[in-house]
């Protein structure tokens, strides 16, 4: 027998029709899970999640409303869903209830090609958003590694960031407005505008809520035209500090390459040998870059960058590795799905943001924590005038299957300790979820997290939006 009221139920398949709600096993597996390593770990040691106990596909925004609405009258915790590629729990279900599975809203609404808007739904899938983007000519600039499997929804609920958001800005500078179903079920509609001074950002108060303060229903991108032109650039650095220099003379001296990944020594061996390029071994970093736009701007751009890099003793590579680069651009994030099911196996990434003057500590904090033990590679990309975030994959084997667990929380533990050691951010862009839930604090202050608690009951008094998240 189902957990929620024969009462409740009916309601939902008033709000969504028949077709749009089922509590089949089959179909609340679906949206049991996203793809949080430690929630994989403990499934493939055979600790089933709970899953929801209904899942809803609501096919318009009135739809969204109403169940939301029945949600929040009956105390029925909801939680949307994307397309389940989150890597914090963000989208687990943690309480049960009902799960919002947004894959029928996936229209574009409109265009503003004069200003350079997009209107779209929050279920459309990155890539076909961004097909329908090239086929006019523009782009969104907005490239995670998932783009195929992750929506616009996901993209704002998590904060997300594409691969030349060095260029383009993360998902953050590119919404211009969006629409939200409060838990409630009642709509604020934050209309688009290049910018706003009346009072604080509301559009803001949603990136990254993950689904605790309402569900997004509609969201206004910016677009940019498509470059006329990329040129590549590739370089050995003879150590991951000359390259932080590098880097960080590039960017604050106002050059915005739209590809920007530096590797530490480690993965530059790596990519030495998938890339052909580089030297493994030694203290090497490795370079690759691009940078697009007008023809004649890429090519200066991509000129100055080459000189800075040369000023700091960077030996330029064959710029093929860039293009080899490209060519797997989206396969790169899938690769530890090959090797997650082993009996034991530990892997995961960590994304984290620091200012130029704690980057190199960072890079140095996490290597000592997790050294030794570990496959531990890093590299840094997405940068900004005042720093850049270190990205981190760690590979392991624990002594059993149930030793793996425990393993993936302490690692997990030492790269945040490694974090506040070092004065970071603990995120940079996969959001918090579940994975960061117990350090919230120490990112926000205890300060920080009472405003959030207090948003929090504000908007969700019920407390049924997603609940279980944040570490509220
Ligand atoms: C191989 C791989 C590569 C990745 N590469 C990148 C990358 O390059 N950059 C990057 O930033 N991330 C990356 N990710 C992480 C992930 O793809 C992003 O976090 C993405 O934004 C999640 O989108 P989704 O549609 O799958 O969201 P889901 O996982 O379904 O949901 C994520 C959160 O958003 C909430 N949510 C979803 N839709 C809505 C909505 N309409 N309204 C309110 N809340 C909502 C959910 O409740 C949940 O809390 C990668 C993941 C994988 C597996």
């Not at 089959?26 to 949080?36: G, K, N, P, Q």
């Not at 590739?234 to 932080?244: E, Q």
């Not at 580089?278 to 000189?307: M, N, P, Q, Y």
């Amino acid at each position: 027998m189902n957990a929620l009221p024969a009462r409740f139920l009916d309601v939902l398949r008033d709000a969504v029709g028949d077709r749009g709600l089922s509590t089949d096993p089959a179909d609340r597996d679906a949206v049991a899970h996203d793809l949080w390593p430690r929630a994989l770990i403990a499934e493939r040691g055979g600790r089933l999640l709970p899953g929801p106990d209904a899942v809803v596909w609501p096919a318009g925004r009135d739809q969204v409303a109403a169940v939301c609405a029945a949600c929040h009258r009956a105390g029925v915790p909801f939680t949307p869903f994307g397309a389940g590629t989150g890597v914090c729990g963000a989208a687990i279900p943690v309480r049960g209830g009902v799960v919002l599975d947004l894959k029928r809203l996936d229209r574009i609404l409109d265009w503003d090609l004069e200003s350079g808007w997009v209107v779209v739904e929050p279920g459309l899938l990155g890539s076909r958003l961004e097909d329908a983007c090239r086929e006019r000519g523009c782009t969104t600039g907005h490239h995670p590694s998932s783009l195929a499997l992750s929506t616009v929804g996901g993209f704002v609920a998590t904060r997300s960031a594409g691969q030349l958001s060095t260029r383009y800005g993360r998902i953050d500078d590119l919404v211009a407005g969006l629409d939200v179903v409060l838990p409630d079920g009642t709509t604020v509609s934050l209309r688009a505008q290049p910018a706003s001074g009346a009072g604080p950002d509301l559009r803001r108060l949603f990136l990254g809520s993950e689904g605790g303060f309402g569900v997004v229903v509609e969201v206004t991108l910016r677009l940019h035209p498509l470059p006329e032109r990329r040129v590549d650039h590739a370089a050995l650095f003879g150590g991951f500090a000359a390259g932080v220099a590098a880097v960080r003379e590039a960017l604050q001296a106002g050059l915005r390459p739209s590809l920007l990944r530096l590797y530490d020594p480690a993965d530059t061996a790596l990519q030495a040998s998938e890339l052909g390029v580089g030297e493994g071994g030694g203290d090497h970093a490795l370079l690759l870059a691009s940078c697009e736009g007008r023809a004649a701007v890429a090519a200066a751009e991509a000129g100055e960058l080459a000189a800075i890099c040369a000023a700091h003793g960077a030996r330029p590579c064959d710029p093929a590795a860039v293009a080899a680069w490209y060519a797997r651009r989206d396969d790169i994030g899938f690769a530890q799905a090959r090797y997650l099911p082993l009996p034991g196996a530990v892997i995961d990434t960590v994304e984290l943001a620091a200012p130029w003057s704690r980057l190199v500590t960072l890079h140095e904090a996490v290597r000592r924590r997790l050294g030794g033990r570990l496959i531990v590679l890093c590299h840094l990309s997405h940068g900004y005038p005042d720093g850049a975030c270190l990205y981190f994959s760690f590979a392991g084997v624990a002594a059993g299957e149930e030793a793996a667990v425990p393993l993936h929380e302490r690692l997990w533990a030492e790269v945040m300790a490694a974090a506040a050691e070092a004065g970071a951010s603990i995120a940079h862009h996969h959001g918090a979820g579940l994975a960061r839930a117990p350090y919230m604090a120490a990112e926000l202050g205890e300060g920080g997290l009472a405003v959030l608690r207090r948003l929090k009951a504000a908007l969700d008094p019920g407390g049924v939006a997603n609940p279980g998240k944040w570490g509220l």
